[in-house]
């Protein structure tokens, strides 16, 4: 029997019910945790603001980044498959591959995982999008690689596999402060939150065991992390179906279309903390890479336009694994990878809870990405000593 399962009434608070809060809650629950969800806002979750790809070889990822994101892509059919037995809803989970074009050879041949990719001459790359910009003379094609409609299926699929499972929701709350005691040996345990409700009250809740996925805002909480947001912009524009099949990934936007013929098409990329809204400038910029890049879709009908903040940690890689006090394990700092690295993160975290006091899981595969993506990588000398408590 495992620890999770020996503690399942010792129920396990989530902070944050976004796409990572509510992935992370859905395996927790699945595999017969007792779970609580914690979230101020839903229209606030990046996951909503997504574009949903699943591209770890068209972001140039590398090194422990790009094999985390190999694993989560290799794990999502099943986890799609568990969400969607769970809601009864669709995710809309594509594997339709990913397009990056090149105005040169020697751009294809310097690109991070071009290795990974089945190289595409102008011909080629005509015949796989449709009507892209003579500029581009060779690309690559990413087959292994795919998209979720996050904004119109996954994320309200996920809760309501969460609400069939049993997770609790508290809805509009905000986490203001992790309390914690420390024992004779110095080392620091989490003991309860306060909250504020959505009247103004600011209430203690108990805890010995949560989840931080709290995203863009997860630094109010646990200062010594530096995580950011990174504003977003996006639109949709309706092409007729099969239009274009696959994702296209150029240098200055990204084209991601759903199986309707919806064509998400982002995103800009801007350090101006929580500032709200559309602004001319960013949809302007959008606009012209996408005629840049595919001159017929500026003739695609516009739909909808929309912004996010994404959790942005210094070196742009997530938080995970145990945090700062005992009890506490970080799901944070996904930047743009949120989508992709939902599977795994959610795998990663339950087997983190589920080793108990020793806080490292008994399983191979997870150590070194716990190693890498630890949260006290970017000031050890910090420790525990800001975190935040009453």
């Known amino acids: 029997m495992t620890a999770l399962h020996r503690s399942q009434q010792q129920q396990v608070l989530v902070l944050g019910g976004g796409l990572m809060g509510l992935a992370v809650a859905h395996g927790l629950a699945r595999h017969g945790g007792s779970v609580r969800l914690l979230r101020r806002a839903r229209r606030d979750a990046a996951g909503f603001a997504a574009a949903g790809m699943a591209a770890p070889h068209a972001e140039s990822l590398g090194g422990s980044l790009l094999a985390l994101a190999q694993r989560s892509l290799r794990m999502i059919p099943a986890w799609v498959g568990a969400i969607e037995e769970d809601s009864g809803l669709p995710c809309g989970w594509l594997p339709c591959g990913t397009v990056v074009p090149f105005t040169s050879e020697a751009q294809r041949q310097a690109f991070p995982t071009a290795a990974a990719g089945r190289p595409l001459e102008r011909a080629d790359l005509e015949a796989e999008v449709p009507g892209i910009s003579p500029a581009f003379t060779c690309g690559l094609l990413f087959p292994q690689d795919g998209q979720l409609d996050s904004r ?30 420390e024992d004779g040996s110095g080392r620091k345990h989490l003991v309860g939150i306060t909250r504020r409700t959505s009247d103004g009250k600011r209430l203690w809740l108990p805890c010995g065991q949560a ?76 606009e012209r890479s996408l005629r840049e890049l595919l001159p017929a879709a500026t003739r695609w009908p516009p739909m909808e336009r929309w912004y996010g903040f994404r959790p942005c940690t210094r070196d742009q890689q997530p938080v995970l694994g145990p945090g700062p006090l005992a009890g506490l394990v970080m799901a944070t700092g996904h930047h743009r990878n949120g989508v992709l690295l939902a599977a795994v993160t959610a795998e990663l975290t339950r087997a983190v809870l589920d080793s108990g006091a020793a806080g490292l899981p008994n399983i191979p595969w997870a150590t070194p990405f716990l190693h890498a993506f630890r949260w006290n990588r970017f000031s050890p000398a910090s420790a525990q000593d800001s975190v935040r408590q009453d």
């Open 211 to 286: 989840v931080l996925c709290c995203g863009a805002w997860s630094h109010k909480l646990i200062p010594q992390v530096p995580v950011a947001p990174i504003k977003g912009q996006m639109f949709s524009v309706q092409a007729p179906r099969q239009a274009l099949r696959r994702v296209l990934f150029g240098p200055g936007a990204y084209l991601v279309p759903r199986q309707d013929g919806l064509v998400v098409v982002g995103a800009t990329s801007e350090q101006v903390g929580f500032t709200p809204g559309l602004t001319p400038m960013g949809q302007t910029r959008l």
């Open 152 to 181: 119109r299926q996954l994320m309200a699929a996920l809760e309501q596999a969460c609400r069939r499972r049993g997770v609790l929701f508290e809805e509009e709350v905000t986490v203001e402060r992790l309390c914690w005691e």
